[in-house]
């Protein structure tokens, strides 16, 4: 995504064909932020009382789990637990070490909030403390008692297969018992389901009531998936205001993808009144968040003065972090900028790096402009087989300039190769 910045740009794509193909795009981080909120336990494991960095649990809890209570195991597990993910090394297997003791302790003794920890912590190690069988068995146990986080990932197991074959249709149940005890992480996981035919008919319109559901108790990944679906107009018809509405919830709770949309949202006018300032305020959100789009649009900001005073360094600076996270719309820019000299010196070399980079990402107007290169005589290794190949495949995508430039480079080649024009062979007598 990103605001346009010349011919045949294009709003980069993360937030559409990705996230559909996998509900899990762009995601990598955010489908993880999806797990650990649908995954969240959401128990009250006593008040501890601990500094944030603490080592041991506070004295009285760790006696009070010594002498056998169950709610007071509970807590010292958690504790070691949330001990385990801040530490490294040798201090982080202790912790976990001591965690999977207090919440089996808890576990065994019929506490289904441990059960569900302790379940939890073995399907979702990384380590050899890693079993999915036995995290299974545990959840199973929580879930039979009505643990709604139990349910839910026992529905996450059956989606995938982890240690059994993949099951759709019981993943739907699990999650549906999920939903039914308050879950929302399990109200998202239903409208991937019917969006995508999973264990159930595809139904857009239940899936987007699923969404909408999960999106107004707060959950971040189902105001981001509205958002996009009402942007894309695939699944439902497109309706900007809709999707600028759940751009800004997910942007409000910190979201940088969201954000830069939102940004490229109100850089356009597409949904909400066109504001430069706002749109420079939420790009620079999701800028600093390292956020390719987000750099590109403050680049496009800054490179045409909206919202902000002219700078063509500042715009070039943008340009630079938004190309080094591989946004081929940035790259190609720089590309642009190199060859006319924008703010730079000219150095047809440089700009050639620069649309190679972003014509390796299938970015169809860098593969002109690459390919483009062998006719203009701009570049000094480019050879006319590669500049063929790069014509053609921005072709491919629909680029009339590549087509053009294509035939009348092929109409050459034709020509020059014809025995018309051939030198006559010279014979001696």
């Known amino acids: 995504m990103g605001i346009r910045d010349g011919e045949g740009a294009e709003r980069r794509g993360t937030r559409g064909a990705r996230w559909s193909a996998s509900p899990s795009l762009r995601l990598v981080a955010m489908l993880l932020l999806t797990i650990g909120l649908g995954g969240c336990n959401e128990i009250d494991v006593l008040a501890i009382g601990e500094d944030a960095g603490a080592t041991r649990p506070a004295p009285a809890l760790l006696a009070r789990a010594e002498a056998g209570e169950e709610a007071a195991q509970l807590a010292v597990g958690v504790f070691y637990r949330n001990a385990a993910d801040r530490s490294e090394g040798g201090d982080r297997a202790r912790a976990r070490s001591e965690a999977l003791r207090w919440l089996t302790l808890a576990a065994e003794a019929g506490d289904p909030s441990a059960q569900t920890e302790l379940g939890l912590m073995?399907?979702?190690?990384?380590?050899?403390?890693?079993?999915?069988?036995e995290g299974r068995r545990w959840l199973m146990r929580a879930g039979e008692a009505g643990q709604a986080a139990a349910l839910f990932m026992l529905g996450d197991l059956s989606k995938r297969g982890d240690g059994t074959p993949p099951n759709p249709v019981v993943a739907v149940q699990y999650w549906r018992s999920a939903a039914d005890l308050g879950h929302v992480g399990a109200l998202h996981r239903l409208?991937?389901?019917y969006e995508e035919g999973l264990g159930v008919d595809p139904d857009p319109e239940t899936a987007i009531g699923y969404y909408r559901e999960a999106a107004g108790r707060g959950y971040l990944a189902s105001q981001y998936r509205l958002a996009v679906l009402f942007d894309e107009g695939k699944l439902v018809p497109r309706d900007a205001t809709e999707a600028a509405k759940f751009y800004q919830m997910a942007a409000e709770q910190?979201?940088?993808?969201a954000q830069a949309q939102l940004g490229y949202?109100?850089?356009?006018g597409d949904g909400v009144i066109q504001r430069y300032d706002e749109a420079l305020r939420w790009s620079r959100m999701a800028a600093e968040q390292g956020d390719a789009d987000g750099c590109n649009n403050l680049a496009v900001l800054y490179l045409k003065g909206l919202g902000v005073e002219?700078?063509?360094?500042?715009?070039?600076r943008w340009y630079r972090m938004a190309a080094q996270r591989q946004h081929p719309g940035a790259q190609n820019m720089l590309g642009t900028i190199y060859l006319t000299g924008q703010g730079v010196d000219v150095d047809?070399?440089?700009?050639?790096?620069?649309?190679r980079m972003a014509a390796e990402q299938g970015y169809a107007p860098a593969e002109y402009n690459l390919g483009g290169m062998f006719s203009r005589q701009l570049s000094a290794t480019l050879t006319r087989e590669e500049a063929l190949d790069w014509?053609?495949?921005?072709?491919?995508?629909?680029?009339?300039?590549a087509a053009r430039e294509l035939s009348e480079l092929q109409a050459e080649i034709s020509a020059s190769a014809s025995p018309e024009t051939a030198e006559p062979i010279r014979t001696t007598l």
């Open 391 to 401: 014509l053609g495949r921005a072709a491919e995508q629909g680029h009339r300039s």
């Open 348 to 355: 047809p070399r440089e700009a050639e790096h620069w649309w």
């Open 254 to 257: 910190g979201y940088a993808p």
């Open 191 to 193: 409208g991937e389901a």
């Open 310 to 316: 002219q700078s063509f360094e500042e715009a070039l």
């Open 122 to 133: 073995l399907v979702n190690a990384d380590d050899n403390l890693r079993n999915p069988a």
């Open 265 to 268: 949202f109100y850089a356009r």
